[in-house]
């Protein structure tokens, strides 16, 4: 059992990593790829890695919202080319730095969903945005592509829109040169692109959306999806299963590693396989990816 995208450095999380990795190892847990999203928390993704070589692997990247959270949300509204550019030169130098002790590049990709939420900012702010998110992208894939290491991918879409995960799927074909490898993380997108993502050679990670009565697009995915190109996570400390969702007794509700378990039961009962054959050959879909 493997989860191949969390957040050990959020909170609640990072309050007792050992007792979060006791957990997950009790449940048959081998392997955690612990992801960061902007250049903060690279230093305490490393740190919290480090305590567990064997279990933990690291994933450094630049989550795509981080330059709008970077930028208009704290009031830079001048010059945001050049300092999301600066941004991105700063994670680089880290990430060449620590390249020695990284798994994986990630969170990485493109998010359109986010400007949603954000009604102060302008179409040309936006676009502008969009088009950094677009760089920092490229340039990942180009690390990736330098260090031979997997991408983690974030691709966020609109309900009903296409544009993110067809942007996505663009930049990978241009920039990946037939070689760029990696998952698609808590893919959600419109189920007529899995054949795209599985042409690129790309894996698809699955997490407790599955087990929501919301989730019935991502189960329908989980069905075109092969077991060889599978893999599980939880996203934490998102996106906790539904069995802790609903129960009131739990104040503190949130993903973590051990939920892979439940969450890979539900997926072997779509699939109509034993929890067993999923088990060890998403896990040897993790080896192979990331070790």
């Known amino acids: 059992m493997h989860d191949s995208h969390i957040h050990l450095n959020l909170e609640p999380l990072n309050r007792n990593i050992t007792e979060i990795v006791d957990s997950f190892l009790s449940k048959g847990g081998k392997h955690i790829l612990t992801q960061s999203t902007d250049n903060v928390d690279i230093q305490e993704t490393l740190d919290i890695a480090a305590k567990y070589p064997d279990i933990i692997d690291v994933a450094l990247g630049l989550h795509p919202t981080i330059f709008e959270e970077t930028t208009i949300l704290k009031g830079r509204h001048k010059n945001i080319y050049e300092f999301c550019n600066r941004y991105i030169d700063e994670f680089e130098n880290q990430f060449v730095k620590n390249v020695k002790k990284i798994k994986a590049i990630g969170e990485t990709g493109l998010d359109y969903y986010q400007f949603t939420f954000n009604q102060s900012i302008t179409r040309q702010e936006q676009e502008e945005l969009q088009e950094i998110e677009k760089l920092s992208f490229r340039r990942q894939i180009a690390l990736a592509l330098k260090y031979d290491l997997p991408l983690s991918i974030h691709a966020r879409d609109l309900q009903g829109r296409k544009d993110t995960v067809r942007d996505v799927l663009r930049i990978l074909a241009e920039e990946g040169k037939g070689k760029a490898r990696g998952s698609f993380h808590s893919y959600t997108g419109d189920i007529s692109f899995i054949e795209d993502i599985l042409a690129l050679g790309f894996y698809v990670g699955f997490n407790a959306i ?67 054959k999923l088990e060890a050959v998403t896990d040897e879909n993790y080896t192979t990816l990331f070790h």
Do not use: H, W
């Open 210 to 276: 599955i087990t929501y009565p919301s989730g019935e697009n991502v189960r329908e995915i989980l069905k075109q999806v092969p077991l060889d190109r599978m893999l599980f996570e939880t996203d934490g400390p998102l996106l906790p299963p539904q069995s802790v969702r609903k129960n009131k007794k739990i104040k503190e509700k949130f993903g973590q590693p051990a939920d892979v378990r439940e969450i890979m039961e539900v997926a072997a009962e779509i699939q109509g396989i034993s929890m067993e």
